[in-house]
């Protein structure tokens, strides 16, 4: 068998136009890599990213015909505070339990971050309801 030994002749020229280009590729898709978003790890929650909006968010509740607005300010972190605003008069007479029964669901919601598991007494059941409801209303406009 007969072997022919082949010579390639490259001009340098050439070559270093070849390094530069193979070099700009293998950069661009290292950047493409760590640029484009991946699938998270699910091992271990993020912590720091908030699924509310900062802000402060009303929703209205109708107590014995007058509306009650409920003020809800919210963080990053549902850290919040919780008031009512216009209470009448009229609904202060008729209720005049509210102002308790929103301190305990407001104390409940700001330990649990949540509306989840707040507990309120017999006597105030229907309004303690209504309240919830309104608080969760503010609090799903927040959400992202």
Known sequence: ??????????????LIYGAFIAIVCIILILALIF???GQKDTSQPENNVSQYTAGVYYTSVVLNGKPVEIKVNIDDNLNNHITAVNVSDSVETMFPLFDSCLDEIVTQVIENNSTQNVTYSSENKYTSIILIEAIDNAIAKARK
């Open 1 to 14: 068998m007969s072997s022919q030994t082949k010579i390639i002749v490259l001009k340098q020229k050439n």
């Open 35 to 37: 640029m484009l978003p």
